[in-house]
């Protein structure tokens, strides 16, 4: 038996990072910046108002009450320059730029008889110099690195992108990968099971796993046991792949029968690795181009964790992620556990905080079974537990590492 170091030494020395694109800023949601990207200009570009109010001198408004006349009106997105005088106000809208010589914005609230398009104005509280401005170059300077290499792109990221007028930016490109579920039980969801048959889990499952964890997915569904078949399957994913998943009965005769249909297309490895659930599983790297392939059990729950513990850091890999492993952090154990001798375990988990205390704690679920989905899917966490031990009490500390979070 292999352990599972081992095992998961082989799968990320198989990882290939596609090489860097570049995308629409629209497409690079959750992608990793592949590249520094420098402000060729400041953000804002010119000062700015903050708020609807008036332009001024804020030595005109020091001392208050005083009456200014306003000469003039700036809208959001006017070219037309103005300049004010001493003792003159302007009217500005939010964003709209600073008449030359005003270093200052009375907002509406601080005025009397401020009506738009009103002659004069009465300033009731003085304002400070650049008070209500948004001064030029006060969020991003000429040769601010704006994006840095590696750093995810998210919402903000792309706002900044879009603020220093970058419309495409290189990112490390979601690996595609593929699922297959193999198996004469199988129907799809879409139809009735007959007598013996059940339905298709696994794909759409797994499928859901790999673009949680940022992969471009194809399912391509229930595929053929019949050797030739399965192999032709198989074979076409490889060539527009950069990672397979098969799913179906990888151990006694049923899994040979999967492994020796797929031998022609390279070297694949089944056999047990040292962890529960899902310690029967398969791994190599197949075709021209060597794609990391995994034979995963057919049983929803093994094949999830197998999943979580192995395909998962090896997407988290192809996508530039310098740690590929999911956060882990230690809880207070709420019920006991028992584990296999010799495995590491991966027990389901509801990860909870005492609200007086802050202390993480953590509720087995499932543990009757591998087979009980509905576990899984009130799991937010996996315990885990080495390989030498076999039993944990009620108040023992645990490792637990973070599943994605729900709602």
Not at 61 to 69: A, F, G, I, M, R
Not at 338 to 343: E, F, L
Request: proline share 7%; net charge negative; glycine share 10%.
């Amino acid at each position: 038996m292999r352990s599972l170091d081992e095992q998961l030494g082989r799968v990320l020395d198989a990882a290939v990072r596609p090489e860097p694109v570049r995308v629409a800023i629209s497409e690079a949601h959750g992608m990793l910046c592949a590249e520094e990207v420098v402000a060729q200009r400041a953000l804002p570009g010119f000062d700015q108002a903050a708020v609807d109010g008036y332009a001024v001198r804020s030595v005109d408004v020091t001392e208050v009450p005083v009456t200014l006349p306003v000469v003039g009106e700036i809208a959001a997105g006017s070219r037309q320059p103005l300049r004010l005088q001493p003792g003159q106000a302007v009217r500005v809208a939010t964003g709209s730029a600073l008449p030359t010589l005003a270093d200052a914005v009375v907002p509406l609230g601080h005025t009397e008889d401020g009506e738009a398009h009103a002659a004069r104005v009465t300033v009731a509280r003085s304002v400070p110099s650049k008070a209500y401005v948004r001064r030029i170059g006060e969020d991003v300077q000429t040769g601010d690195v704006a994006v840095r290499p590696g750093a995810v792109i998210g919402p903000a990221q792309v706002g900044l992108l879009a603020a220093v007028g970058r419309a495409k930016v290189r990112v490390h490109p979601r690996p595609r990968l593929s699922v297959l579920s193999v198996g004469e039980e199988l129907v799809d969801v879409e139809r009735t099971p007959g007598a013996g048959q059940v339905y298709d889990i696994n794909s759409y499952a797994l499928a859901a796993a790999a673009r949680d964890a940022g992969a471009e997915v194809h399912r391509v569904g229930i595929v053929p046991s019949d050797p030739s078949r399965l192999r032709e399957a198989v074979e076409g994913r490889l060539l527009v792949s950069e990672i397979v998943v098969v799913t179906g009965a990888v151990g006694g005769a049923v899994g040979d029968e999967l492994c020796a249909a797929l031998a022609e297309l390279g070297p694949l490895d089944a056999g047990r690795v040292a962890m529960h659930p899902g310690s029967v599983q398969g791994f190599g790297r197949l075709g021209p181009d060597s794609v990391p392939t995994f034979l995963l059990p057919s049983n929803p729950i093994s094949a999830l964790v197998v999943f979580e513990v192995l395909v998962r850091p090896l997407i988290r890999l192809a996508l530039g992620k310098r740690n590929p492993h999911r956060r882990t952090i230690t809880a207070r154990l709420l019920s006991p556990v028992t584990s296999t001798a010799g495995r590491s375990g991966f027990i389901r988990g509801q990860l909870l905080r005492d609200p007086d205390t802050g202390e993480y704690l953590v509720q087995p679920l499932g543990t009757s079974g591998a087979h009980l989905l509905a576990s899984l899917a009130e799991a937010n966490c996996l315990i885990l537990v080495d390989p030498d031990t076999t039993e944990v009490s009620v108040g023992e500390l645990v490792a637990v590492s973070f599943l994605a979070q729900r709602g």
